[in-house]
């Protein structure tokens, strides 16, 4: 059946050039005004059509219909997802409005649903009340040559979508649309930092030591060097050395690459934004997020109640800040500094304690019973002050050093953002790091300790704030979308058997 229809569709493309007219479209550029603009400037006088109203648009034919002396087709473009209904028949002078040429007439009955077309004409209404170009000029911009998905709104194979997700997008507006939102999204983001006076840098992606981040590395080789590189992890410890270098506030939005599973909440490549302040502390980076969020929110929904699955989610400021310690003790009943109870809990979990240390298993009762709790309130929760031992980037609380200030944030069970009070201290920072590359045999992250970051350190970094990002969690919440395949136009598949 496919193979039939794409025989009819490439006679009818070699109809069309008999007709001297080019399928693939015309060279020069061509000026259409976006629908959006068209409908919203469409203007009626006492309840009539004003006069004289034209409009030229361009876009994909998604609805066609031929009734022998006259078709009826809708054209979609970006910027409005029902599209705009183009009237053509041919001309006929003792019947205004005009219509199209002979040659141009021949095209239109060439015409399959997928073409993308221009039309150039009168702006009038039907007597339906529809707003429709009646075309003088038709122009092909392209001729398609494979039909539209048919039904797209009843598929359930969403492979189909990801693999080939120009054809969601093509005949999905509501997928087009969370596309757009994620542009708005970034957009914010990037207005917001440059009125906060942050720069936006870019640091490499090929890296000969990766840090930043307990993950698993890809790793590839620079065949003219002959070394083994890793795809970061983080940019973390770059941006850190341009605040040594006296660039004061700076961020990036870096694709990272970790080398781990993949769910509904997890990709192999993903966007994160990372930015440093210096003279900032974990404090201010919490103001940033909310507002980040918070205004994201507002301008892609013109609110800060958004839904979200079946539940609701309230992104108004101030958010929730709660310390770790508190919320361990009050959801899994044990102090985080009493190693017998913090043990007994964890076997009471089924989780395994034997050989580690204790602020690991700690973490590991937090993700068990914790985590779950917070997934379960109406609204984003800054959670406070994590356990030093696994927060080898970060600065400790003087009063308390076996206390981090670090937070994350979580809302509907998704960690969104992580930030710290920079370590700035070089002798502490590379303890730390020794003690990661003491730990890769265990699969933690460091492979070689980043001498040259503890010698910028060396060099003075000045206290600062730094802040993550998770992008994808970020768009997935603002736009209702419960899987990050839905918001990565290519998301990483298994190969199709």
């Not at 095209?107 to 150039?120: C, E, H, N, P, W």
């Not at 980040?292 to 929730?320: C, D, H, K, M």
Request: net charge negative; glycine share 6%; proline share 6%.
């Amino acid at each position: 059946m496919l193979e039939k229809v794409q025989e009819d569709r490439l006679a009818k493309l070699e109809a069309i050039r008999t007709l001297g007219i080019d399928p693939c479209g015309p060279c020069a550029p061509y000026a259409a005004e976006r629908i959006d603009a068209i409908l919203a400037r469409y203007q009626e006088v006492d309840g009539q059509p004003a006069p004289d109203q034209r409009a030229d648009a361009a876009g994909r034919i998604i609805l066609l219909r031929d009734m022998g002396k006259m078709m009826f087709a809708h054209i979609r473009d970006e910027s409005h997802p029902k599209g705009i209904q183009i009237c053509l028949r041919k001309d006929q002078p003792e019947k205004p409005p005009a219509g199209l040429g002979e040659t141009q007439w021949k095209l239109a009955k060439l015409l399959d649903l997928g073409d993308i077309v221009a039309a150039r004409g009168l702006l009038h209404k039907t007597r339906t009340g529809e707003i429709t170009i009646f075309a003088d000029n038709l122009e092909l911009m392209v001729k398609s040559q494979l039909p539209m998905p048919e039904k797209w709104h009843g598929l359930s194979d969403v492979q189909t979508r990801y693999r080939q997700r120009y054809l969601d997008l093509m005949t999905n507006p509501d997928s087009l649309a969370v596309f757009q939102k994620r542009i708005k999204i970034i957009e914010t983001f990037r207005e917001l930092l440059k009125a906060r006076g942050f720069s936006e840098v870019e640091t490499p992606t090929l890296q000969s030591i990766y840090g930043g981040a307990a993950a698993r590395p890809f790793t590839t080789h620079h065949n003219a060097l002959d070394i083994d590189l890793f795809m970061r992890i983080s940019p973390e410890l770059y941006l850190k050395r341009l605040l040594v270098g006296g660039m004061e506030r700076v961020y990036e939005f870096a694709k990272v690459f970790r080398n781990e599973g993949i769910d509904t909440r997890h990709n192999p490549e993903f966007t994160l934004m990372e930015l440093y302040q210096a003279y900032a502390d974990y404090n201010v980076m919490m103001e940033i997020t909310e507002e980040l969020v918070t205004e994201s929110a507002q301008r892609v929904s013109g609110s800060e109640r958004l839904a979200y699955g079946e539940r609701e989610i309230n992104f108004s400021r101030p958010w929730s800040r709660r310390k770790y310690r508190d919320l361990v003790l009050e959801h899994a009943g044990v102090d985080w500094k009493d190693d017998a109870a913090v043990r007994a809990k964890a076997r009471a979990l089924r989780l395994d304690e034997a050989n580690k240390d204790l602020a690991v298993v700690v973490n590991d009762i937090f993700e068990a019973v914790v985590e779950p709790a917070l997934a379960a309130l109406d609204h984003p929760t800054f959670v406070l002050d994590y356990p030093a031992e696994i927060c080898p980037l970060t600065r400790r609380d003087p009063a308390d050093p076996s206390v981090a200030f670090r937070f994350e944030c979580f809302v509907a069970g998704m960690e969104i953002a992580n930030a710290y009070t920079e370590l700035n201290d070089p002798a502490v920072q590379e303890a730390n790091f020794r003690e990661q590359v003491r730990g890769e045999a265990a699969g933690e992250t460091m492979r070689v300790m980043d001498e040259d970051f503890v010698t910028a350190l060396r060099h003075g970094m000045p206290p600062a704030g730094g802040l993550g990002i998770g992008i994808d969690r970020i768009i997935m919440l603002l736009t209702n979308t419960t899987s990050i395949r839905d918001v990565v136009l290519f998301p990483l598949l298994r190969p199709e058997a």
